[in-house]
Structures are given as structure tokens and as C-alpha cells.
């Protein structure tokens, strides 16, 4: 019971130190940089999307 936290621990940790570790980079960096903002919409897009299904689908219950 103690290996799921543990994985999940491991993970992220692995996750986020490979991000630092890539954005740490000036090529990496200015790239995404460039690209936030398309970013952003997107994932803004996406999540209100999903938002308004959610609230669609709890409404014709």
C-alpha cells in the first residue's frame, strides 16, 4: 500500500525537475516563451470546454 505514493512522489519529482531542467535552457525557454500566450487559449479553450460539458451533463440529469 505504500508503493502508489511513493510512484506518485517519483513522478512528479521526475516531472517537474525535467521541466526546470529544460527550461533552464535559453533555446527551450525562449521558444516556450514565444509560444505562452498560444498556450494559454488553448488550454483555457480546452478547459472551458470541458467545463461547459460538465455542466451540460449535470443539468440534463
Known amino acids: 500500500y505504500y508503493i502508489v505514493p511513493l510512484m506518485s512522489f517519483l513522478i512528479d519529482v521526475s516531472w517537474y525537475s525535467l521541466v526546470a531542467l ?3 535552457s535559453a533555446r527551450p525557454r525562449s521558444v516556450y516563451l514565444r ?3 498560444k ?3 488553448v488550454t483555457a ?5 470541458l467545463g461547459l460539458r460538465l455542466i451540460a451533463t ?3 440529469k
Do not use: H, P
Not at 45 to 49: D, F, M, P, R, S
Open 58 to 60: 449535470s443539468l440534463s
Open 45 to 49: 479553450t480546452v478547459l472551458g470546454a
Open 35 to 37: 509560444m505562452k500566450r
Open 22 to 24: 529544460v527550461l533552464s
Open 39 to 41: 498556450i494559454d487559449i
